[in-house]
């Protein structure tokens, strides 16, 4: 088992920034590749961002490239997710997920199997 929490979030402004946490516990944090996954209301949750445990390959959903950077810090045991630009669709609340690092990197929520509890951002234009 692994836990996890993602503190941070909050309201900010059409084109500011933010940087989202995702702290982990438990099993070994490099079992793991780590993703950020979102839900805006009334949508399905859609992928953000995902990087291997080795933080080799990284995944950014395309219409978040360029503008959204995921990281990893194993020493810490810690996901970040840095947002630069942000636009009122950006809102939603943002998870942070771990899944098993057998599989390759994946898009597909179905492929994660421990979840933070969420954060909430908010974008005011």
């Known amino acids: 088992q692994v836990q996890l929490v993602e503190p941070g979030g909050g309201l900010v402004q059409a084109g500011g920034s933010l940087k989202l946490s995702c702290l982990a516990s438990?099993?070994?944090?490099?079992?793991?590749?780590m993703g950020w996954l979102r839900q805006g209301p009334g949508v399905e949750r859609e992928f953000v961002a995902a990087i291997k445990q080795s933080a080799s390959v990284r995944l950014v959903a395309d219409s978040m490239k360029g503008r959204f950077t995921i990281s990893r810090d194993n020493a810490r045991n810690s996901m970040y997710l840095e947002m630069t630009s942000l636009k009122p669709e950006d809102t939603a609340v943002y998870y942070c997920?771990?899944?098993?690092?057998?599989?390759?990197?994946?898009?597909?929520?179905?492929?994660?199997?421990?979840w933070g509890q969420g954060t909430q951002v908010t974008v005011s234009s």
């Open positions: 997920a771990a899944a098993d690092a057998t599989y390759g990197l994946s898009r597909e929520r179905n492929t994660y199997t421990y």
């Open positions: 438990g099993r070994a944090f490099l079992a793991f590749n």
